[in-house]
């Protein structure tokens, strides 16, 4: 037990701590018990599917491993508190061949840290996970609050505190937690319905199956608000998580029930000739794909799910070492240099996401792709400061477009024209004139023009002093903002 285990269990024990010089105890400072720690012992091999073997053995398995991964004899002796060097020395000579010894080095190196980083991430996930069981006042410190940061930009302002909450409980549910789960899904529902950016994240997903996991009837209302709560997740979330508690059994539930929303639900969950959506074959294999998805054991985790998890930490510089480490020896296809632009990007890291995607271009097969492929660069070449690399992105972007039959009147499009102008906005003055030129005038063929896509032109116009234009799409985004008010009312009414 470290000073600071002990610190904590002393906290946690309050007056109920005895002092001691052991090295290990109860959580209350008292000698453990012989009995209880073989009986948890026991408990722990079967869990980790080892077979157990005494103290001495454990002892003696891990003496060798010192030996095979070159430990010099003396700092085992140490570590091991032999009295004798003798007794060391012989361990030390049933080490293992000389290819085992390199391999366990190679696994030390690759396992040793991603434990000791994992073991990191983890420790302040449960040290919230004991706070909240040990009372619930405490969970109001992690509801859900809206807050502006730096950047002028809302956001989540306790998202990060109960994520790491969540993935502490993936990996030690109990039943005692369910209203501690349900509290955790009414704050997301509530973020989801909310926030600026509502979407569909994996916290909400998360916590969706550590619901569906206890398989109550009566939470089928808490998966009814996430579902409902925007446009994602009423897409995105998934049916099964409303039928987790049994198809038959949940339909006969909300049907006899008196709930305001009993209708809709039954809509939901019945199709046109009055039959269950999903089946009971169907929710079990939703169930099993959903565990393999979120699996109780961290380290049969995606290694990408780590590194999500490390930038939403705030931890950026352990996610790029985790990200770094997933991309060492993978093939550089389409699937892992596309995951590779993300994440870099989203790590600040624009120049070499802009190499990736510059990597991924041999993927465009057809004018559509190749033109898609292009204004991603061009728009991580802009972020990246490399201004000229993103005109000639464009430019390419360009060519690729008279390949596209109608390309003004689609999305792609309008994507092009607004890279355009962001491009204009944030290039030096010379660069910047042509590009806006261009933009304007492609701008004029392009119906439709999205309230973002009038903002950056407006604000584009001004950094070249085009003073005319600048007035001009102002009064554009100021029209498409009022036009967005009356249908945002109407959809309201």
Same mark, same amino acid.
């Given at each position: 037990?470290?000073?600071?285990?002990?610190?904590?269990?002393?906290?946690?024990?309050?007056?109920? @701590? /005895?002092?001691?010089?052991?090295?290990?105890?109860?959580?209350?400072?008292?000698?453990?018990?012989?009995?209880?720690?073989?009986?948890?012992?026991?408990?722990?091999?079967?869990?980790?599917? $080892?077979?157990?073997?005494?103290?001495?053995?454990?002892?003696?398995?891990?003496?060798?491993?010192?030996?095979?991964?070159?430990?010099?004899?003396?700092?085992?002796?140490?570590?091991?508190?032999?009295?004798?060097?003798?007794?060391?020395?012989?361990? !030390?000579?049933?080490?293992?061949?000389?290819?085992?010894?390199?391999?366990?080095?190679?696994?030390?190196?690759?396992?040793?840290?991603?434990?000791?980083?994992?073991?990191?991430?983890?420790?302040?996930?449960?040290?919230?996970?004991?706070?909240?069981?040990?009372?619930?006042?405490?969970?109001?410190?992690?509801?859900?609050?809206?807050?502006?940061? %730096?950047?002028?930009?809302?956001?989540? &302002?306790?998202?990060?505190?109960?994520?790491?909450?969540?993935?502490?409980?993936? !990996?030690?549910?109990?039943?005692?937690?369910?209203?501690? $789960?349900?509290?955790?899904?009414?704050?997301?529902?509530?973020?989801?319905?909310?926030?600026? *950016?509502?979407?569909?994240?994996?916290?909400?997903?998360? $916590?969706?199956?550590?619901?569906?996991?206890?398989? /109550?009837?009566?939470?089928? @209302?808490?998966?009814?608000?996430?579902?409902?709560?925007?446009?994602?997740?009423?897409?995105?979330?998934?049916?099964?998580?409303?039928?987790? %508690?049994?198809?038959?059994?949940?339909?006969?539930?909300?049907?006899?029930?008196?709930?305001?929303?009993?209708?809709?639900?039954?809509?939901?969950?019945?199709? /046109?000739?009055?039959?269950?959506?999903?089946?009971?074959?169907?929710? +079990? /294999?939703?169930?099993?794909?959903?565990?393999?998805? *979120?699996?109780?054991?961290?380290? %049969?985790?995606?290694?990408?799910?780590?590194?999500?998890?490390?930038?939403?930490?705030?931890?950026?510089?352990?996610?790029?070492?985790?990200?770094?480490?997933?991309?060492?020896?993978?093939?550089?296809?389409?699937?892992?240099?596309?995951?590779?632009?993300?994440?870099?990007?989203?790590?600040?890291?624009?120049?070499?996401?802009?190499?990736?995607?510059?990597?991924?271009?041999? *993927?465009?097969?057809?004018?559509?792709?190749?033109?898609?492929?292009?204004?991603?660069? +061009?728009?991580?070449?802009?972020?990246?400061?490399?201004?000229?690399?993103?005109?000639?992105?464009?430019?390419?972007?360009?060519?690729?477009?008279? &390949?596209?039959?109608?390309?003004?009147?689609?999305?792609?499009?309008?994507? !092009?024209? #607004?890279?355009?102008?962001?491009?204009?906005?944030?290039?030096?003055?010379?660069?910047?004139?042509?590009? *806006?030129? #261009?933009?304007?005038?492609?701008?004029?063929?392009?119906?439709?023009?999205?309230?973002?896509?009038?903002?950056?032109?407006?604000?584009? %116009?001004?950094?070249? &002093?085009?003073?005319?234009?600048?007035?001009?799409?102002?009064?554009?985004?100021? +029209? #498409?903002?009022?036009?967005?008010?009356?249908?945002?009312?109407?959809?309201?009414?």
């Amino acid at each position: 037990m470290t000073k600071e285990q002990r610190d904590e269990a002393r906290s946690a024990a309050g007056e109920a @701590w /005895q002092e001691s010089d052991l090295a290990f105890t109860t959580r209350y400072g008292t000698q453990v018990d012989p009995g209880n720690f073989q009986r948890s012992r026991q408990i722990r091999c079967q869990k980790a599917g $080892v077979r157990p073997i005494t103290v001495h053995g454990a002892r003696r398995s891990y003496a060798t491993l010192l030996a095979d991964l070159d430990v010099q004899p003396r700092v085992a002796m140490q570590v091991l508190r032999h009295a004798r060097f003798s007794v060391t020395m012989e361990i !030390y000579t049933q080490v293992s061949s000389k290819a085992t010894r390199e391999a366990l080095k190679r696994l030390g190196d690759a396992i040793g840290n991603w434990w000791w980083d994992l073991w990191r991430v983890m420790k302040a996930a449960r040290r919230e996970l004991e706070r909240a069981r040990s009372s619930s006042v405490v969970w109001r410190e992690l509801r859900y609050e809206r807050a502006t940061g %730096a950047d002028g930009h809302d956001y989540d &302002g306790n998202a990060g505190r109960r994520a790491k909450l969540l993935w502490a409980l993936q !990996y030690d549910r109990r039943a005692e937690d369910l209203p501690l $789960v349900r509290w955790l899904a009414m704050q997301e529902a509530r973020c989801r319905s909310e926030a600026p *950016f509502q979407g569909l994240n994996q916290e909400t997903e998360l $916590v969706g199956f550590l619901l569906a996991e206890y398989r /109550q009837m009566e939470d089928v @209302w808490l998966h009814w608000e996430i579902k409902r709560a925007n446009f994602d997740t009423w897409c995105g979330y998934n049916l099964e998580h409303l039928f987790a %508690a049994g198809v038959r059994a949940t339909i006969d539930f909300v049907r006899d029930s008196g709930h305001a929303d009993r209708d809709d639900v039954l809509e939901l969950l019945m199709d /046109q000739d009055g039959q269950p959506c999903v089946s009971e074959e169907d929710l +079990a /294999q939703w169930s099993q794909w959903k565990r393999a998805r *979120f699996p109780a054991d961290p380290m %049969a985790e995606d290694p990408l799910t780590w590194v999500e998890r490390a930038k939403l930490a705030g931890d950026h510089e352990l996610a790029r070492e985790w990200l770094d480490r997933w991309a060492a020896g993978r093939q550089r296809d389409k699937d892992t240099l596309s995951q590779l632009r993300y994440q870099l990007a989203d790590l600040g890291a624009f120049a070499e996401a802009a190499g990736a995607q510059r990597e991924s271009l041999v *993927f465009a097969h057809n004018a559509w792709d190749s033109a898609l492929a292009w204004r991603s660069l +061009a728009g991580l070449e802009r972020q990246a400061g490399n201004h000229g690399a993103a005109w000639d992105a464009l430019r390419e972007c360009r060519r690729a477009l008279n &390949g596209v039959s109608g390309w003004p009147e689609v999305g792609l499009g309008r994507m !092009y024209v #607004e890279e355009l102008f962001l491009l204009a906005r944030s290039a030096g003055s010379e660069l910047a004139d042509a590009v *806006f030129a #261009e933009a304007d005038r492609q701008a004029r063929d392009v119906p439709r023009l999205a309230l973002v896509v009038f903002q950056a032109a407006a604000e584009a %116009a001004d950094t070249v &002093g085009n003073h005319t234009r600048a007035k001009h799409y102002q009064k554009l985004r100021d +029209a #498409e903002q009022s036009r967005i008010d009356v249908e945002m009312g109407r959809a309201r009414s």
